[in-house]
């Protein structure tokens, strides 16, 4: 294993959760035709995200 950091990995873990999320969202569920929703998604979701986050650096 590489010497990283744990909160490191943990970003970058919840990162590509984060961008695997968007584009299912885009092209799976259609919503790249609707830019207010996928925005909208996107701002929950990146929420969540920080909370998450915020919660697992405690």
Same mark, same amino acid.
């Given at each position: 294993?590489?010497?990283?950091?744990?909160?490191?990995?943990?970003?970058?873990?919840?990162?590509?959760?984060? *961008?695997?999320?968007?584009?299912?969202?885009?092209?799976?569920?259609?919503?790249?035709?609707?830019?207010?929703?996928?925005?909208?998604?996107?701002?929950?979701?990146?929420?969540?995200?920080?909370? *998450?986050?915020?919660?697992?650096?405690?």
């Amino acid at each position: 294993m590489l010497p990283v950091l744990p909160e490191l990995l943990g970003a970058g873990i919840l990162i590509l959760a984060l *961008i695997k999320a968007r584009v299912i969202l885009a092209l799976y569920l259609d919503l790249a035709k609707s830019q207010v929703w996928l925005r909208g998604f996107t701002a929950v979701l990146t929420g969540f995200v920080l909370v *998450i986050f915020s919660l697992y650096r405690m």
